[in-house]
């Protein structure tokens, strides 16, 4: 992953957090190989041969890149001090 694709997917997640499109992301996940779901962070297909992280929410479960859960979690992380 390049520092830009990173950024953009850093800003996605900040405006959708901030739209409530995407709830803060959960300490409940369950990490496994990609089934083919999309990535609720950058809207792209999780490969067979990448990791996606299962994040179970209230109402609720999401799917992302661990690279995105990442991200998300930590803008989730931020936006709760803030
Ligand atoms: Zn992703």
Known sequence: MS???????????RERLAAGVLPPAGSRTYAG???????????LKIGRDEVEFDVIGQDRSLTAHAHCYHIWWAESAKAAES
């Open 3 to 13: 520092t830009t694709e990173g950024h953009l997917i850093r800003q996605v997640v």
């Open 33 to 43: 190989y990609g089934t083919g779901k999309v990535c609720c962070a950058c809207d």
